[in-house]
């Protein structure tokens, strides 16, 4: 089922989420709904919180359900490794039309669980690198805005309360 995708000024996507303990049907439910959401957006990821459900779960498909096999579910995710830098171009389903050169480390390496609760480990370069990040900064309550050095953020910030004044966010 696809389901509403909140967007920045709703206080849930800026809050942290709680580790999943029970690895049950709700669980898989709550994927099988997120990575459908992702592919109709259409996105390269999507976090739970992006959904109005404060859990640690986020799901990651560069290819956007193109090439099957490819989605990475990640669930209670945790960086052991990030090194180098990229500057690149980043958006975000939860701020809609608004992009802004974000910095991110080059090449990152995640742990965390499937979703049947087994240990997983993905180790992303360039766009999956910033893709974890982007989707682990959701589960800690941290938007790409959140990156961006004071002014870059105002921008950014201003065009979305103009936008909310217009009722067209
Ligand atoms: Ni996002």
């Not at 390269?44 to 359900?65: E, F, K, M, T, W």
Request: proline share 6%; charged share 25%.
């Amino acid at each position: 089922m696809i389901r509403p995708i909140v967007k920045f000024g709703v206080a849930g996507l800026q809050a942290p989420s709680q580790p999943v303990v029970e690895f049950d049907t709700a669980l898989h439910t709550l994927i099988d709904d997120m990575i459908e959401t992702m592919y109709a957006a259409p996105g390269i990821g999507l976090a739970a919180p992006q959904i109005g459900v404060p859990l640690q779960v986020c799901v990651i498909d560069l290819s956007i359900g193109k090439r099957g096999g490819q989605v990475i579910t990640l669930v209670n995710p945790e960086f052991v490794e990030r090194e180098g830098l990229q500057l690149e171009e980043e958006g975000c389903l939860s701020v809609p039309g608004l992009q802004a050169t974000v910095p991110r480390s080059e090449r990152a390496v995640v742990t965390g669980r499937d979703r049947d609760g087994l240990p997983i480990t993905i180790e992303g370069h360039g766009l999956l690198a910033r893709a974890l990040q982007h989707e682990l900064d959701h589960l800690d309550g941290r938007l790409f805005l959140d990156r961006l050095r004071g002014i870059q953020r105002d921008v950014i910030v201003r065009r979305i309360r103009k936008q909310q004044r217009q009722g067209a966010w």
